[in-house]
Structure formats: structure tokens, C-alpha cells
């Protein structure tokens, strides 16, 4: 029930790597279906930096998730306020990121659903709204809404034994990584510094980052980072007889 895409993604892959290339809009007729829906997908490496110890990436790491986290959280509450607010033109707006376990590499999505005659202005205040934060950052009494949220998020969670055990199974798997690029087995006191190093970012230090990832500058060059408008792909699933405009 679907048309085939005009072009192929432009997606490039090395191994396990891979990248957006340049900017792409495809529509997908769909023949029942009377609404519209637009999918804009972004790629984020982490890990994108190179010289430091594996536990100095471990943390700068957590500190480019939490980043992440607090940015796209705050670009959703901002698309909702002028999509659905402002211009009344959708219902809600969904924003995740995800990606597979120890995995350097992040998927970023904003989802939603319109009128197909909508779906050419809706895409130019996307675009407008992530240059804004390109350049302003977002807006603060967003940005202190989402971490006071993230900071009451993570002190629950340490008080839960799930939250625990999945620092465990992280730990052995990142050790177990470590190992291997170092081709070597450490000592015991080496591993036993390894799971403290781990039980810190769980804890306190996951709270301490927040705090830094939280701020104006880092925000604003996480925008510019991660949500590179030049290399995303979007795709917009349409009415058989609409014809959205690029």
C-alpha cells in the first residue's frame, strides 16, 4: 500500500559506522489514510573525539548523553509551544533518541502527525525553530524544567535495585570492551578502580553532569552538534492524493 522512494537514503556505512550524508525529503503515498505524518531523523556519534583514556571517554560520554538528553527535551517543548500553540497546526510532537548497547552511534527523531496540506510549513518552522537554537540556545526556564526533571529521575532510580543491576551488566560490558582493546587482563585492583570509576558515574557523578551538561554554551553546541539540518533524511507518509511540496 505504499510507493517506493523516488532516491535512495542517503545513508553511508563503514562496519558498524555510518552517516547521513547530505539532506533529504521523501514522501511515501500511503492509499488509506487520510492524515499525514513527518518523520526528520538526525545522526549522533558520542563518542566523536579521540586521545583520551577509556574511562575519560566513559565519562565524556555519559556527559554528550546527558547533553543530548536535556537538548532534544527541550527542543520538543519548543516545537510544541509554536506547532501547537502558536500555530495550532498539530496535536503533539514527539522527540527520542535511542541507540544499541555500547554503541557509539545515536539515532535523534522529531515525529509528528498534520493535515497534509500542513506539511510543507510545518517542516520550514521545524528547520527555523533548530536554527534558533543553533544560535540561542534553548529557552531557559525550559532547559531548568527538564534537568530538575532528569535530577529527580536519577535520584529515584538510585534508590531502586533494577538501577543496580543494570549498573552491573554496563560495567562488565564496558570492562569487558576495555579489556579487549587493551589485549591485556588488569590487575584486580585495576578492575576493582574500573567498577568504582562506573559506580561514581552512576551515582553522584551522573548528577554532577547534569548540572555542567545544563548549561547555555554546551546546549547551543549540542544543537549545533547533533542536529545538523544539511544532514538529516525526513521521511512524510501522505494521503495517496496529496502532494506535499519539499
Not at 65 to 79: E, G, K, M, P, T
Request: hydrophobic share 35%; aromatic share 8%; glycine share 4%.
Amino acid at each position: 500500500n505504499t510507493s517506493t522512494l523516488s532516491s535512495p537514503l542517503p545513508f553511508t556505512s563503514v562496519g558498524t559506522n555510518f552517516s547521513i550524508t547530505h539532506r533529504q525529503i521523501e514522501a511515501v503515498h500511503l492509499r488509506q489514510d487520510d492524515k499525514a505524518s513527518s518523520l526528520m531523523v538526525f545522526r549522533a556519534n558520542t563518542r566523536d573525539y579521540g586521545g583520551e583514556s577509556e574511562w575519560v571517554e566513559e565519562e565524556n560520554d555519559l556527559f554528550n548523553i546527558l547533553s543530548l538528553d536535556i537538548a532534544f527535551r527541550s527542543l520538543q517543548s519548543a516545537l510544541l509551544d509554536s506547532l501547537r500553540i502558536d500555530m495550532g497546526k498539530v496535536y503533539s510532537v514527539t522527540s527520542d533518541w535511542s541507540r544499541g548497547s555500547l554503541s557509539p552511534l545515536a539515532l535523534i527523531s522529531i515525529g509528528l502527525h498534520c493535515h497534509p496540506k500542513d506539511l510543507t510549513q510545518i517542516t520550514s518552522e521545524i528547520e527555523r525553530c533548530i536554527q534558533v537554537h543553533h544560535t540561542d540556545g534553548p529557552n531557559p526556564d525550559i532547559v531548568k524544567g527538564t534537568t530538575e526533571a532528569l535530577i529527580t529521575k536519577q535520584k529515584n532510580a538510585l534508590k531502586c535495585p533494577s538501577h543496580w543491576l543494570f549498573w552491573i551488566l554496563d560495567s562488565y560490558k564496558s570492562y569487558k570492551v576495555h579489556e579487549w582493546k587493551e589485549k591485556s587482563r588488569h590487575s584486580l585492583v585495576e578492575s576493582s578502580r574500573w567498577v568504582q570509576h562506573f559506580a561514581y558515574l552512576r551515582s553522584e557523578g551522573k548528577l554532577n553532569l547534569i548540572s555542567k551538561a545544563m548549561t547555555s554554551d554546551n546546549l547551543t553546541a549540542t544543537y549545533q552538534r547533533y542536529f545538523d539540518i544539511s544532514k538529516s533524511v525526513q521521511i512524510l507518509l501522505c494521503p495517496s492524493d496529496s502532494t506535499p511540496a519539499a
